[in-house]
């Protein structure tokens, strides 16, 4: 368990919070796309991204991967036995929909630690929202250069079917995000 009480926890959170739009604006991470509807990776950042990305998929994710998104300590990480990604951290499992999106979210965060040292001080949690926010940023799969699509789809969850939405390669069929439609303001 960390240090410090829960109300420290959460105001220490709270004093470190981001907005991470213009977090990632002013880190040089994202731009508007050219309608201005949207937003997408730099350029700059976008390759950095697939360096990196280069690297953990030769590699593999390991503890000490996702330690590093979630500020703890390599021993506090563990598989968590799941037939997806999953992880224990601490208390919590954490889960990914694919290979593909954890180790995208490890490229992302390598990439994120070498353009800001900003990116350390962020709380760890609010980390891994703005990594799997940043799944869905993608026009083409940075692993086969296929299409990305979004769909709705009915998954098994471990109590009952859930309707979700998915962010996936049309050719390697590669998910980076799943949604509930009831999650997204304005659904």
Do not use: K
Request: proline share 5%; aromatic share 6%.
């Amino acid at each position: 368990m960390s240090d410090g009480s829960t109300s420290e926890r959460i105001a220490q959170r709270r004093r470190n919070a981001v907005d991470p739009e213009t977090f990632l604006l002013e880190a040089g991470c994202i731009e508007p796309t050219d309608d201005e509807e949207g937003l997408r990776f730099t350029p700059s950042f976008a390759e950095r991204v697939d360096t990196r990305l280069e690297g953990v998929r030769s590699a593999g994710v390991g503890a000490a991967d996702v330690a590093a998104i979630f500020g703890v300590p390599e021993g506090d990480v563990a598989d968590a036995d799941r037939s997806y990604p999953a992880f224990r951290i601490e208390h919590t499992v954490r889960s990914w929909p694919a290979e593909g999106a954890v180790e995208l979210d490890v490229a992302v965060d390598r990439a994120l630690r070498e353009t800001t040292d900003d990116w350390e001080t962020v709380p760890p949690r609010q980390r891994y929202r703005i990594l799997q926010s940043l799944r869905s940023f993608q026009d083409r799969c940075l692993f086969c250069d296929g299409e990305i699509s979004l769909r709705d789809e009915t998954v098994d969850s471990c109590c009952s079917d859930v309707e979700v939405v998915t962010i996936e390669c049309r050719d390697c069929g590669r998910r980076f995000l799943e949604f509930s439609p009831g999650s997204v303001p304005g659904t």
